[in-house]
T-cell receptor, first 110, second 115 residues
Framework: SQQGEEDPQALSIQEGENATMNCSYK?????LQWYRQNSGRGLVHLIL?????REKHSGRLRVTLDTSKKSSSLLITASRAADTASYFC??????????FGAGTILRVKS | NAGVTQTPKFQVLKTGQSMTLQCAQD?????MYWYRQDPGMGLRLIYY???????DKGEVPNGYNVSRLNKREFSLRLESAAPSQTSVYFC??????????????FGAGTRLSVL
């Protein structure tokens, strides 16, 4: 069973627009991470937010975490064609193991 | 510094054949992982090795075996391949036991088809 579920499953936007993806999870967590996967490639870590943090920024990325609602969101501002990829949330409940969601496919049209 | 290297990149097997997927990391990480990725299902953990000399089952271990050969290498073996094992396989590593973070570094994947 999967801990995280992303919403929407797919998102198509114009270059320059903002993209927001959401992740919901079922049980308590230590950390939540977001990863990006370009087509045909492995996953790449983007950002980690701890369970005692509410918001975190990294460049054009903004992540929020609401532990009361068991949800997180990833905002990519001023999107570029190069942001086209699949995005996955991953929760860290069991210490050294991550549980991944099914992912959001983002397409940025130029 | 290559990171996580997986071989082969592509493989086609017939039902019942066996094969071993190889994974090596050069980041001196303690933990290594094998995942499979199927359309619409994200990544599912097959086996992991928290440290050299230990291995544990993940979410979908049936039909697979693993060997942590040394700190660098972690192999995944399919003893008798089945069409249900057609998937993309990813190896990852992390250094989780040096702190609370578990940031994983992934290889490029092995695309396996079982006919």
């Amino acid at each position: 069973s999967q801990q995280g579920e992303e919403d929407p499953q797919a998102l198509s936007i114009q270059e320059g627009e903002n993209a927001t993806m959401n992740c919901s999870y079922k049980t308590s967590i230590n950390n939540l991470q977001w990863y990006r996967q370009n087509s045909g490639r492995g996953l790449v870590h983007l950002i980690l937010i701890r369970s005692n943090e509410r918001e975190k920024h990294s460049g054009r990325l903004r992540v929020t975490l609401d532990t009361s609602k068991k949800s997180s969101s990833l905002l990519i501002t001023a999107s570029r064609a190069a942001d086209t990829a699949s995005y996955f949330c991953a929760t860290d409940k069991y210490g050294n193991k991550l549980v991944f969601g099914a992912g959001t496919i983002l397409r940025v049209k130029s | 510094n290559a990171g996580v290297t997986q071989t082969p990149k592509f493989q086609v097997l017939k039902t019942g054949q066996s094969m071993t997927l190889q994974c090596a990391q050069d980041m001196n990480h303690n933990s290594m992982y094998w995942y499979r990725q199927d359309p619409g299902m994200g990544l599912r953990l097959i086996y992991y090795s928290a440290s050299e000399g230990t291995t544990d089952k993940g979410e979908v271990p049936n039909g697979y075996n693993v060997s942590r050969l040394n700190k660098r290498e972690f192999s995944l073996r399919l003893e008798s391949a089945a069409p249900s094992q057609t998937s993309v396989y990813f190896c990852a590593s992390s250094d989780w036991n040096r702190g609370p973070k578990n940031i994983q570094y992934f290889g490029a994947g092995t695309r396996l088809s079982v006919l």
